[in-house]
């Protein structure tokens, strides 16, 4: 089953390759899987530059939003494993510095090599414990992995159905542990503290829970409000509802959210936070161990003046 679990990440984000596209404001903000969707959807930009990884993207707040971050400093992403040959010349045009891949599973799918990439590190955080494959007991895994790989969806989200799984529920532990993983966040945390390492990608298999978090405390440190992290956060349901909707007809709703994710997900981490350490300054300070200046570098790197 390990080929299985490695290739049912959060979304089908890098599962199929798609050509550049933008998508136009009222097509993009259609919700046909009923998933969570940011508020402030139609403010967005989505726009799909890479045709082997769907969900890379700058942070995505609002375009009024008054905090703004630099362009062309810090991209979050999904898989760079299946990145096309036009793929590599847009990133190396970008000229990517430092790739952050928060995968254990890069010795399967290794990152596209990019000649412009002086570092590449792997703080690695486990995905168990929410993924797919744990709405399902070892045999019943079994039969779901042979439906996915043969199309048969329709089997796969009437077992979801019957099962009554409560999504937000049975991912909302794994979230949970996320602020747990502070020394591979302490690391993430450090490399944006040095100018020289931009432009920076960080990504994990899907782009929305491991990647999700990262970018959630990048958001935090430099100012924003909670409102627009949920919106950068659950953007990532945005650009799921096109690979999704390669892969399955849009009435299968169970399946599509057993690939979403839900506010109450980084709500759960935000508890675990203030629980643990009682504010995100001390989580920032205790837990990763940042001190004063390198939180002013990370500012100074990245905010627009």
């Known amino acids: 089953m390990k080929k299985v679990l490695i290739l049912l990440p959060c979304f089908l984000m890098g599962f199929i390759n798609y050509g550049q596209e933008t998508i136009e404001q009222n097509n993009y903000c259609a919700n046909p899987f009923e998933v969570n969707f940011p508020e402030n959807c139609e403010k ?3 726009n799909y530059v890479l045709e082997g990884a769907d969900n890379f993207r700058p942070i ?29 010349a847009y990133l190396e045009n970008l000229g990517i510095k430092t790739v952050i891949d928060f995968r254990t599973e890069t010795s399967d799918e290794p990152d596209v090599k990019l000649k412009t990439v002086k570092l590449w590190m792997n703080p690695g955080i486990s995905e168990d414990g929410g993924g797919f494959m744990s709405n399902f007991d070892d045999e019943t895994g079994k039969m779901v992995g042979k439906w996915f790989y043969s199309g048969n969806f329709h089997k796969i989200d009437s077992i979801l159905k019957a099962k009554k799984i409560d999504y937000v529920t049975q991912k909302s532990d794994k979230y949970a542990t996320l602020p747990h993983f502070t020394e591979e966040y302490s690391i993430f945390m450090k490399t944006l503290a040095d100018k020289k390492n931009y432009p920076i990608v960080f990504h994990c298999q899907g782009g929305a829970t491991r990647t999700g978090f990262a970018s959630t405390i990048v958001m935090k440190l430099l100012g ?12 990532s349901n945005v650009y799921g509802v096109k690979p999704m909707k390669a892969m399955f007809p849009e009435d299968l709703k169970h399946l599509a959210k057993s690939f979403s994710v839900f506010k109450a997900h980084l709500q759960s981490s935000f508890k675990t936070i203030e629980r643990e350490y009682g504010s995100f300054d001390n989580y920032l300070q205790k837990g990763l161990k940042l001190t004063h200046k390198e939180i002013l570098k990370i500012k100074n790197n990245l905010l627009v003046k």
């Open 60 to 88: 995505t707040v609002a375009k009024n939003s008054e905090i703004k971050i630099k362009k062309n400093t810090l991209y979050r992403a999904d898989a760079l494993n299946q990145l096309t040959t036009k793929d590599v």
């Open 44 to 46: 967005l930009n989505i």
């Open 224 to 235: 924003y409000a909670d409102e627009d992290i949920y919106n950068d956060f659950l953007a």
